[in-house]
Nanobody, 123 residues
Framework: QGKLVESGGGSVQFGGSLRLSCAVSGFTLDKYSIGWFRQAPGKEREGVSCISADTGNTYHVDSVKSRFTTIRDNAKNMVYLQMSSLKSEDTAVYYC????????????????WGQGTQVTVSS
């Protein structure tokens, strides 16, 4: 059965950098589209970035696209979210998620979810 486990969260100063990892097991990573999501207290969960298995394209939402990079390592069954120039509004629990199929990953509809990892940006 598929499983995703996030790690790498923690506390970082305003303007700092952090790399999150998503370890994928139970399925072949390159056949699945992967998304990163986040949820801040009192806010809805939102999509942050995704990698399409169908096209290979990577997408980031406007609020992070100049600061975050998403990397897939199929050999290691790992996906990374490299975050820089972090702001207070980036404070949230971050989740990785996956689905298999041909729909656009920017529909933000995913079937398999990790437990999340906390990112806190402080001054």
């Amino acid at each position: 059965q598929g499983k995703l486990v996030e790690s790498g969260g923690g506390s970082v100063q305003f303007g700092g950098s952090l790399r999150l990892s998503c370890a994928v097991s139970g399925f072949t990573l390159d056949k699945y589209s992967i998304g990163w999501f986040r949820q801040a207290p009192g806010k809805e969960r939102e999509g942050v970035s995704c990698i399409s298995a169908d096209t290979g394209n990577t997408y980031h939402v406007d609020s992070v696209k100049s600061r975050f990079t998403t990397i897939r390592d199929n050999a290691k069954n790992m996906v990374y979210l490299q975050m820089s120039s972090l702001k207070s509004e980036d404070t949230a629990v971050y989740y990785c998620a996956a689905y298999r199929g041909f729909k656009d990953c920017r529909l933000w509809s995913y079937d398999y979810w990790g437990q999340g990892t906390q990112v806190t940006v402080s001054s």
